[in-house]
């Protein structure tokens, strides 16, 4: 025990003292850390370096000379390290080339003389493409109403390997004539990272479904096109997670990426899925990439569609997703949650009252 004190508040001017070169020393670590982001890949290196930890521990349990056990240095030094860990986290996060940086605009891509980012816009057409006369169909009635986007399953991510799984390139081929003969542009899914050349010969516009969101691989392909990617949230991913997806695309060199809201799974049961609303203004705070929001797959019925349209425009969503069937009751995939094209209509039509705050009666 020092002698030198003379008194209680002596000793503890350098205790505080002694508090305040810690705190200095900490904050010290905490930059470094932080500094040594920029020598990591954003996507594949992760921040927390699990043998680098151990080697640092080590040589602290070596250092040590007491008054306090090995375990208790251990511990002190992990609780610094997770708390460094975490703000390390945090930066990365806003470093992102995703990210919205201050004073970042809202993204507005340019598709076959169509913007998406900048009015609302429709995305609608079947679950599935099932034929041309089908597709036709719907593509007609939706051209005469304005819809630009022209959606359209090829390739299905059914959860029965044994359902319908899609016309594949002879869908592609319908989607591009059916678009091309109206003059709209093309969306649909790839789900494997071995069809992303092909399926960019015939679509504008290239959907990740939900259930490939974590497809790192098929997400990297895409990053190495020249056409926008609908990226739609896995429906158990974080935001964050989400952000990341988006990422592998972006750094691949691709930025035109679109988010997509499209629900997530709870214990809620009335709806296929539970659309979380509030993911579109985080997502356009957090990014500058169009937020939209599929409503079909996250209500999985057509009764409560126009107010969730009403909702995420409400939100600020740069666009809605709609399926729309020329008969729902023999669609050969999501036949519950499919609009007749006349339903779309009306739908459409009745999303100006709801806007301006005229709800319609029931
Ligand atoms: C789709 O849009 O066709 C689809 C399968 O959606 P999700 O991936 O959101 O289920
Ligand atoms: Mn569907």
Redesign the pocket.
Known sequence: MPLKYRSLPELRRDIDTCNLELLSLVIKRAKLAISALQFKDKVTDDVFDPERQLEMLATLVKANQGPFSDDTIVSIFRGIFQHILDLMSQERKTTLKVHRKQGDPDQIYEINGHKIGDQPIYIAGP?AIESEEQLDNVAKVLRQHGVIFLRG?AF??RSSPYAFQGMGERGLKVLRDVAHRYGMVSVT?VMDPRSVEMVAIYADVL?V???NMYNYPLLRELGKIDKPVLL?RGFSATLDEFLFAAEYIVAGGNYQVILCE?GIRTFTKETRYTLDISSVPLLRKMTGCPVIV?VS?AAGRTDILEPLVAAAFAVGAKGV?LEVHPCPPVARSDADQQLTPEEFVKLKDNIHSYIMGNLPSD
């Open positions: 679950c399953g299905k991510p899914e959907q479904g939900t259930r739609k499209r599929d797959h997703m």
